[in-house]
């Protein structure tokens, strides 16, 4: 199985990746979702990493929203923790893209807990 490849929210809100490197994977979410246009690439997550900070460019694309809402459920649900395939994913190296393919099942098998962000469905107001 690849080794997975998560975001962490920090306590300040910032939102970084995190690469385990002991084996040990902590408890983490994971994001199904509908994919749309804007979405953030592993590339822009990468430039935040550069920074340190997440960039206005990052932030104003469509695909930002899924994002926090990971994150901010994740919080809600006690966990720092989490996985979205559109950012989590050098989809340039094809051995790794392959190797998470290949991954996914078990990723969403060992997910804590699992969200749906369907950018085409809302929610009543109420």
């Not at 690469?19 to 804007?38: K, Q, R, V």
């Not at 395939?85 to 393919?101: F, M, P, Q």
Request: charged content about 25%.
């Amino acid at each position: 199985m690849a080794l997975i490849r998560l975001l962490q929210r920090k306590p300040d809100g910032d939102i970084v990746f995190r690469e385990p490197t002991s084996g040990h994977i902590p408890a983490y979410a994971i994001l199904s979702h509908t994919w749309g246009n804007e979405e953030v690439t592993f590339q822009d997550m990468e430039a935040n990493a550069d920074t340190s900070k997440t960039t206005s460019k990052t932030v104003s694309k469509a695909g930002w929203k899924k994002i926090q809402f990971c994150a901010d459920q994740a919080a809600a649900d006690g966990l720092q923790y989490f996985w979205i395939d559109t950012c989590c994913i050098d989809k340039r190296n094809a051995v790794e893209l392959g190797a998470a393919i290949n991954s996914m099942f078990r990723w969403y098998q060992n997910a804590a807990r699992c969200y749906v962000y369907l950018s085409d469905v809302s929610k009543p107001d109420g």
